[in-house]
């Protein structure tokens, strides 16, 4: 089976399609992306793009609302946070400070800019 995201005219993935193998492949059986893409189209309309769960291509797997960036190549997911910085390498974003790593539970504050306890972690 492959994976096929639709996207819009911003680049936005707007669905995500599972087809069959030969519905991908040429005629020796070589999985191509262009035939899965033109396939989608016939079938749909629309411009797609493969993705895969276990991000072999374009380093995450396409969701709804992702956006793919033909320069890394990649999908990316929606921005949480204005603060968040994207990876490039890895095409996620992060805080521009890292996790704790004490163990404790913690959740963004975009108005401090860092991590604060989670509510259930602040009762004893």
């Not at 069959?20 to 492949?25: I, L, P, Q, V």
Request: aromatic share 14%; with cysteine.
């Amino acid at each position: 089976m492959a994976h096929f995201a639709e996207l819009d005219s911003n680049n936005v993935v707007l669905r995500v399609v599972v087809i069959g193998n030969a519905d991908t492949s040429d005629a020796n059986g070589i999985e191509k992306e262009y035939i899965g893409a033109a396939f989608c189209e016939r079938l749909f309309g629309g411009t797609w793009k493969q993705t895969s769960y276990n991000a072999n291509i374009r380093k995450n797997y396409a969701g709804i609302g992702y956006k793919f960036d033909e320069s890394l190549n990649a999908f990316i997911p929606p921005q949480l946070y204005p603060s968040w910085v994207l990876n490039n390498d890895t095409a996620q974003w992060e805080p521009p400070v890292p996790y704790p790593t004490d163990g404790k539970a913690y959740i963004w504050d975009e108005a401090k800019k860092d991590w604060v306890l989670a509510p259930s972690s602040n009762k004893k």
